[in-house]
């Protein structure tokens, strides 16, 4: 699949198959991410690769919008570090980790899988529920849940392209 046709084909994912996503493409999630710009380079992330089932479906709590992680074989939390940005005002370190997000989950698409972005960032509740849970220490917070594995659903990919949301050289 090129990247376009992973880009225009990507549709968010919320029901899995039963089955265990493998460590090698795990790992190659998380390469992807890696990969992602960062605004002066922080790399202001930490990843959190949950797939203890106890521990998704406790995730899952976090709000009404994350109850398909209870479902899911694998979930990757993904963390801004505000220490690992060494600049005096740090305010775009969560930008790098949305980047981030986006390259996991095309990076899911492209390998079989299927995900969905779960916000939780700069939500209180929902990040309080996930450092609970999570054992996220202070200073790192967590920005999204992404939920994946093997889809269980084909849901319609939407054209979503807006004329009236394009302007050329001035609004």
Not at 40 to 56: A, E
Not at 97 to 126: D, F, M, Q, T
Not at 139 to 147: C, E, F, H, K, R
């Amino acid at each position: 699949m090129n990247a376009l046709d992973c880009i225009l084909t990507r549709a968010s994912v919320r029901k899995y198959q039963d089955r265990t996503v493998e460590k090698e493409l795990i790992e190659k999630l998380l390469e992807c991410g890696f990969h992602a710009p960062t605004a002066g380079n922080s790399r202001s992330w930490q990843f959190i690769v949950v797939q203890n089932k106890d521990t998704l479906a406790e995730m899952a709590k976090a709000a009404p919008g994350h109850a398909c992680v209870a479902g899911a074989p694998l979930a990757i939390v993904c963390c801004v570090d505000w220490a690992k940005d060494a600049r005096p005002v740090h305010d775009n370190s969560e930008h790098g980790v949305g980047a981030a997000c986006e390259n996991i989950l095309l990076a899911a698409h492209a390998l079989g899988l299927g995900g969905v972005w779960l916000a939780s960032y700069p939500r209180k509740a929902i990040v309080d529920h996930l450092k609970a849970t999570l054992n996220i220490p202070e200073g790192i917070d967590p920005y999204a849940v992404l939920s994946i594995g093997y889809p269980d659903e084909s849901p319609r990919v939407k054209g979503f392209y807006e004329d009236a949301c394009v302007h050329y050289d001035s609004y």
